[in-house]
């Protein structure tokens, strides 16, 4: 008797991947998006599209891939803002980071910079924090939007040094940077990559970054706990995770990859040359992060009464 002959499964990835940036282009995980897209295009010769769902601070293209087909081929580039903080700041968020979302990789840690207009008369954070108690609400500061990362670093940098600065919130990263430079805004708290080049040509001014280490991008540039506030950390993050119920296989050879991928000379160099530092780990690891995260925000959203757009 002839045994019917199964199909074998298709060895992943067989058709291109869509990798969705849930902000618009220019930011920081736009960037890091097309920086993991291009090494994944070439280990695997599969395309990986990436593809710009801006909106909401991150939750309309995270709820699109929550509620895609769980086969690997639409993936999210999770960011602090869509995976930890969105839950503190959207009583009806339509989608759960931790049920609806499957790990996949930690991809960086971006450490945020504080840059203002070189018109503003300040070159130390002691200078603008001085500035700024001097005209309480005068000075104003960008964001990517209400509840965006860049926003709650601002309100926790108002907490722990006792200013008052007026947010003026954006749709996206990009614009913000552009109206900072136009002076329509005097400072800007927002991850690196988005303000590396426009720092290096003197466009912006860097005073502090909010890491607890001075980046290797930017090494004249003190920590803000080096400049009088102790302990202050105020990090953006961002790493792969697919929709709830992908397979493990297909999760572990997307993991495999894309550490491959952050351990290579050329992606850390390229990802700190952009003030990024690369944190290859295992999907739990990942997992991990997202839940301590989602805890820690959560009081710093509430204290500085932060409101979703």
Do not use: C
């Not at 736009?30 to 395309?47: F, K, P």
């Amino acid at each position: 008797m002839i045994q019917p002959v199964q199909a074998q499964p298709a060895v992943y990835p067989s058709k291109p991947i869509r990798l969705v940036v849930p902000f618009t282009p220019g930011g920081s995980t736009d960037i890091l998006a097309r920086a993991i897209g291009q090494e994944l295009t070439r280990a695997w010769g599969q395309s990986v599209v990436v593809d710009n769902v801006p909106g909401a601070g991150g939750a309309i293209g995270a709820d699109k891939v929550a509620k895609a087909p769980a086969d690997g081929y639409t993936l999210l580039m999770g960011h602090i803002g869509t995976l930890a903080v969105n839950p503190s700041l959207y009583p009806k968020l339509p989608y759960n980071p931790v049920k609806d979302f499957a790990p996949v990789a930690w991809v960086a840690r971006v450490p945020n910079v504080l840059v203002v207009n070189p018109a503003v008369p300040v070159k130390t954070l002691k200078d603008l924090v001085a500035l700024a108690k001097a005209r309480p609400g005068q000075l104003n500061y960008g964001s990517g939007g209400n509840g965006s990362a860049a926003n709650l670093a601002t309100e926790y940098f108002k907490l722990q040094t006792g200013t008052s600065l007026l947010h003026i919130p954006y749709r996206g990263t990009a614009p913000a940077v552009t109206d900072l430079m136009g002076g329509q805004i005097q400072l800007l708290f927002t991850g690196a990559p988005a303000v590396i080049g426009q720092l290096k040509n003197g466009q912006l001014r860097a005073l502090a970054v909010s890491s607890p280490q001075r980046l290797d991008a930017l090494p004249d540039v003190p920590t803000v706990a080096e400049s009088g506030y102790p302990g202050f950390e105020a990090d953006q993050w961002y790493g792969v995770v697919a929709p709830s119920g992908t397979p493990d296989a297909i999760i572990r050879r997307l993991n495999e990859q894309i550490n491959l991928a952050l351990k290579s000379a050329e992606l850390k160099n390229r990802l700190a040359a952009e003030g990024a530092v690369a944190t290859p780990g295992t999907p739990e690891a990942f997992g991990k992060l997202i839940v301590t995260e989602i805890a820690r925000w959560k009081p710093v959203i509430s204290s500085g009464r932060v409101k979703a757009d």
